[in-house]
């Protein structure tokens, strides 16, 4: 098995909490980490770094997809 990429496992509740950010802020959060964890942190009430990481780390992933689906549609 080592060298086979296999996908993280996420709890519900992280995605969810995600999904409802990238929702209704959708033109603040972007690819890069960092500034989605400053964001995270200012637009929720999570208190743990551990949490607010995991979210913010979700969310640059689901806005890379989403660049890669808008570059492929572009081509």
Do not use: C, H, W
């Not at 996908?7 to 603040?28: M, S, T, Y």
């Not at 989605?36 to 806005?63: D, P, Q």
Request: charged fraction near 35%; aromatic fraction near 6%.
């Amino acid at each position: 098995m080592q060298g086979d990429s296999l996908g993280n496992v996420k709890p519900a509740f992280i995605k969810r909490i995600a999904k409802e950010l990238v929702q209704k802020f959708p033109d603040e959060f972007t690819d890069d980490f960092e500034k989605n964890k400053i964001l995270v942190e200012r637009l929720t009430s999570i208190s743990t770094k551990n949490m607010r990481n995991r979210i913010a780390g979700y969310i640059a992933r689901i806005m890379e997809d989403r660049k890669k689906i808008e570059n492929e549609k572009a081509s």
